[in-house]
């Protein structure tokens, strides 16, 4: 089944609330409860999860637990992903931080840089590597995806490194945009852009 994107995404979202409810003792949850804690309606909840054949809501609610396993089994890769940081400035040191730990089923397992200094050292909690070495370590560790928080005029040329080393999932956090070919799967996020949209709705609401 190849679901939306946006419905992959609140999926994620989702459960990501079920294990905070499980976490507070919390059990079973209502479609309307969930909808609340995400701002969209208990119809598209529904909708959502009827799309991924799921619509045992009993009298409590839906059981969290269950709900979790659904929503693991259908995106998660079975035998799991492991995931590569390319860039260890602060960016890319928060980003390691925060993902490693984060999901089983998605392992960071290497970061890179192309600063000497930083090579063959433990960083975040896990080793980086000199860009040089992106080809074999990416193959040895059987690397799925990467996230790219280097410097934006780095991301094209560390793109095609990683296309060509056989990545298939890209995170870009850089403000280049990227190309990629058919088989690669690229997300890119742009956190200046997301500044500006909340920056844009701010002043509307300030002239009301």
């Known amino acids: 089944m190849k679901l939306p994107e946006k419905t992959v995404e609140r999926l994620s979202e989702y459960r990501r ?5 499980l976490t507070k003792g919390k059990n079973h949850i209502y479609s309307h409860e969930l909808a609340g804690l995400h701002n969209i309606t208990a119809v598209q909840v529904r909708r959502d999860l009827m799309l991924i054949g799921y619509s045992s809501m009993k009298k409590r609610g839906y059981d969290a637990q269950e709900l ?66 992106l080809d074999a370590i990416i193959k040895e560790n059987k690397i799925g995806i990467a996230i790219i928080s280097s410097p934006p005029d780095t991301a094209v040329s560390i793109t095609e490194l990683l296309v060509a080393s056989g990545i298939k999932g890209i995170l870009n956090f850089t403000t280049t945009p990227l190309m990629v070919p058919d088989n690669v799967f690229l997300e890119e996020y742009d956190m200046i852009t997301s500044m500006e949209k909340v920056a844009y709705f701010v002043k509307n609401i300030d002239n009301k």
């Open 17 to 21: 609330t079920l294990l905070e409810c």
């Open 68 to 133: 979790i396993e659904v929503i693991g089994k259908l995106i998660d890769h079975p035998d799991g992903l492991n995931v590569a940081v390319i860039g260890m400035g602060n960016l890319g040191r928060a980003v390691t931080t925060y993902f490693t730990g984060k999901r089983p089923k998605l392992n960071v397992v290497a970061t890179f840089d192309v600063d000497e200094n930083k090579a063959n050292r433990v960083i975040s909690g896990v080793k980086c590597y000199h860009i040089r070495d």
